[in-house]
């Protein structure tokens, strides 16, 4: 179902929108967003946020939006198209395709981080929030596991071993059936431990998890450098990228944002200090930078991760700002000036998309 | 330039008698038959030897007239005429569609000074920058000219003067293109909605009215415009006060005005109210304080602007308070219709996860 403001976003692409080709144009939203791979789905978040995509991509969605309008333009309506991608996607984020959902909420986190909302649509920020905050506090809420499950099969296997050892050869016919309640008893109830089982994994993965961060937090110490914290510029980078790391389901938890601040001011370090992404960028040591993006380098979505191409930007060449003009042409703004944290938390929502973004078969 | 006739069919001497072998009529629509475009052969057929070329004979540039093919008919319709005027819906929308557009309706009674408003900012575009702003495009230039011209010299006219507009929805855009003037991004396009005083007279007094001015909806700004030279008048004050107040109470009663709106308070030739008497300009600090009491919770945005589009008064500049007002339109963000509420953690969460976000994102850096 169209997003309740989808007339109101897609108005700004017409000076008066007829219901009809509104209506038309909710058909084919519908369909796009009931059915979009995870690889559409970031198309559409490029084409949102005014990125490149590949023609062949475009054509695409512009043809599945003629299939409900034959008139439908084909070229000429570049930002009808933007609207509608945005549109799409928060009817994605409505719906409950959850992985798909949960990428393209990480996606649109990770760009709109730096290079702000797109025109158009200036409620998605606040939708993706929703969306993550939500499906974050769903997946890790509390499991209840009901124990008493196993002595019920405990009972029926005693009942079963009880009946085979009661009954003759005489009474076979009873005893199948005997058998077979039985059975299919305990099949269900064998189902219902497995589900069970599943549930004290996701517990587990959500307390190793918590636990892991929670020593992380206490130790205030970086995992993969051994460097003064108090630099405020390897913290800002390897803080965010740390945390990341010790996520196990994504989204990552709520509460990821304020361990990252709370990390940050422990180890004597102002979070809202302003430095500069290129400063804090040419802080983390080469060789480190060079071990971390040999492990995301090659990641066909780094078109959606603004640090992290700063951190590749800044591999290319060997004087420390001469990566500056790379970065500023490839992005098409400079690296600007933020604060510590708030960098710390753009590589955080980088980092958990790109890994969100590996568990997917795209 | 030249056309050539010429046939594939060997037996046919179209070129030559103009008859179709096949006896289509007319031979054009053979299709064997073709025509072919030369430049700079002879006019004169004895160049043209007809061992190598039978089929083929120079024809006379053709004449645009009434029979001209269909199919010569249909390509002409295809390609629309820049005439320069105001834009209607579907070539607005030509616009709209393919890049984020700023729409910014003027309302107002009246004679209060919508369309010397408009006229004014491309006068002092073709000056300069206006303000940080450099003039890109437009594609209503004659609409545009059409409001200067009554108020320059060349027009004959002793003092400036604007035409009125002419009341209908039909055609009511004027496009401007803008760019800052560091050329760093891209420019902006701007349609202004320039509609006549007595649409806004009638919206005032009826919800039909109202309503049929679409494009208010869809505005990024309402330009509300308040006519100064009126408010300092004890006798007009009164109806220049009320009449734009009622209006924009009927607009967001309507819902067509809200959250998403940024609204320009304009009080139009400010030069007047300037060189009103000083109880004049407490009414209408009076005013203003009334409209931001009522307004300025149910609105988006809302900005005064003192505006002397032209001045007859000295010691206030023409053009003051353009600039201003051309950099609210450019610098607008958009606005949000309502915002998302952000959800509470149920109470099967686990404490971890009840410390929510400390985020302080920085946007649009």
Known sequence: ?362 | MELLIQCAEPECDVATSGVCVNGFTPSSTCPHFSQITTVGLSRDPSDITTETKPNVLVAPEPRVDSSHSTAEASVCAMLPLYSGLELSDEEAQLITQNRPTKLVVFAGMHDCGKTTLAAEIMHALQAGPLGNYLFASSRTLVAFDQRCYRSRVESGNTSPHTLRTPQGLSSPYIHLCLREGSLTNQPTDILIADLSGEEYERACSSNDAAGEIAAIKRANHLVLMFDGKKLIEPKERELARSRPLTLLRRLIELDMVGPAHHIDIVFSKWDEVQSGTPEARAFVERLMVTIDQKFRSRVGHLVRHDIAARSFHEGVPAHQGLAELVHSWMSSRELAKTKVEQPIPSSDVRSFSQFTSASKRKKNV
């Open chain 1, 1 to 362: 179902m169209a997003h309740e403001f989808f007339a109101e976003w897609l108005s700004k692409a017409y000076t008066t929108l007829d219901d009809d080709c509104c209506r038309r144009r909710v058909e084919g939203a519908d369909s796009l967003s009931a059915t979009a791979s995870a690889r559409v789905t970031l198309t559409l978040v490029r084409l949102f946020l005014g990125k490149e995509v590949s023609a062949s991509d475009l054509r695409a969605i512009r043809n599945r939006f003629q299939k409900f309008d034959s008139t439908f333009p084909m070229r000429g309506n570049d930002y009808e198209i933007q609207l509608l991608a945005g549109a799409v996607l928060a009817q994605i984020l409505a719906s409950e395709r959850y992985d798909i959902a949960t990428i393209a909420a990480m996606a649109l986190r990770s760009s709109l981080g730096l290079i702000g909302e797109p025109s158009g649509i200036p409620e998605i920020t606040g939708i993706v929030d929703a969306y993550l905050s939500t499906r974050s506090a769903s997946i890790r809420a509390v499991k209840v596991l009901t124990s008493p499950l196993i002595r019920e099969l405990d009972i029926h296997l005693r009942t079963l071993r009880k009946t085979n050892k009661s009954l003759d050869e005489a009474t076979g016919s009873l005893r199948r059936e005997t058998y077979t309640a039985a059975f299919d008893e305990m099949v269900e109830i064998l189902a219902k431990v497995a589900e069970q089982y599943s549930l004290c994994i996701e517990n587990d993965r959500v307390i190793s998890e918590e636990s892991n961060i929670h020593w992380w937090l206490t130790c205030e110490s970086l995992r993969t450098v051994q460097t003064d914290l108090a630099a405020p510029n390897w913290l800002a980078i390897a803080s965010g990228r740390e945390l990341a790391d010790l996520v196990r389901l994504y989204p990552g938890p709520r509460a990821a944002y304020n361990t990252l601040r709370h990390f940050i001011g422990r180890v004597g370090v102002e979070p809202d200090e302003v430095t500069s992404l290129v400063a804090a960028i040419n802080g983390c040591d080469r060789s480190w930078r060079l071990e971390w993006e040999s492990q995301w380098g090659t990641s066909t979505v780094l078109d959606l991760c603004p640090v992290l191409q700063g951190v590749k930007a800044s591999l290319l060449v060997d004087q420390e700002h001469d990566w500056v003009p790379i970065y500023s042409k490839i992005l098409g703004f400079d690296p600007p000036d933020l604060s510590t944290y708030q960098i710390s938390e753009l590589v955080y929502n980088e980092c958990i998309f790109l890994a969100a973004f590996n568990t997917l078969e795209v």
